[in-house]
């Protein structure tokens, strides 16, 4: 069983950032594709971007803009999101997820999550 968790979120102004962590144990992390979901309110939950175990493959959604980076530290066992420019829509409990499969673009597909944290963007 793997055991994933969020940290990092908050309440931010709008034109902020703020860097998301994840911690998954339980098995190889490096065997692990990780990647960071995000739901608003009566929405869907989203992809926004994945990386492979070894950190070198990466994919993000449209809508990131250059505005948020994900990368991986597999000697802390740990998945980041960096978001830069936050804007008001950007307010969602972000979620991380693993599998080991990378390039799973669907929530369904995913194995292992964690139990969210919320990010608030306020003008």
């Known amino acids: 069983q793997v055991h994933v968790t969020e940290s990092g979120g908050g309440l931010v102004q709008a034109g902020g950032s703020l860097r998301l962590s994840c911690v998954a144990s339980?098995?190889?992390?490096?065997?692990?594709?990780m990647a960071w979901f995000r739901q608003a309110p009566g929405k869907e939950r989203d992809f926004v971007a994945g990386?492979?175990?070894?950190?070198?493959?990466?994919n993000t959604k449209d809508f990131v803009e250059g505005r948020f980076t994900i990368s991986r530290d597999n000697a802390k066992n740990t998945v980041y999101l960096q978001i830069t420019n936050l804007k008001l829509d950007d307010t969602a409990v972000y979620y991380c997820?693993?599998?080991?499969?990378?390039?799973?673009?669907?929530?369904?597909?995913?194995?292992?999550w964690g139990q969210g944290t919320q990010v608030t963007v306020s003008s």
């Open positions: 997820a693993a599998d080991p499969r990378f390039g799973l673009l669907s929530a369904a597909d995913y194995a292992y």
């Open positions: 990386i492979s175990g070894d950190g070198y493959s990466k």
């Open positions: 339980g098995r190889t992390f490096s065997s692990l594709a």
